[in-house]
């Protein structure tokens, strides 16, 4: 799956397996979003899922924000590898 490939990535750059990391969090969450997402597309009354989904996006968010504003070079590079959102051209 794409997540060992990315997982590899980022242990390669720690030179350990780092677990807790800003990159590892946010790209767990993105993971149960799209898996989330795809549920909810065939089952849409699922209220408790889409609960969880948006506790996970605000989550995430919170992440990116925290990233955004400690390192963006960071920030650029994650968001471009899990393909989150389209980036602004200044």
């Known amino acids: 799956m794409k997540q060992n490939s ?3 990535v980022i242990s390669n750059e720690k030179k350990e397996e780092n677990r807790g990391s800003v990159e590892f969090q946010v790209l767990c969450f993105t993971n149960k979003i799209r898996r989330l997402t795809s549920h909810l597309e ?5 209220y408790s899922s889409q609960r969880g989904l948006r506790k996970i ?5 919170r992440l990116l924000a925290y990233l955004s504003n400690k390192n963006r070079i960071r920030y650029k590079e994650l968001i471009s590898q899990l393909n989150i959102r389209e980036l602004k051209t200044r």
């Open 6 to 8: 990315f997982i590899s």
């Open 42 to 46: 065939l089952h849409k009354k699922d």
């Open 57 to 61: 996006l605000g989550k995430r968010q």
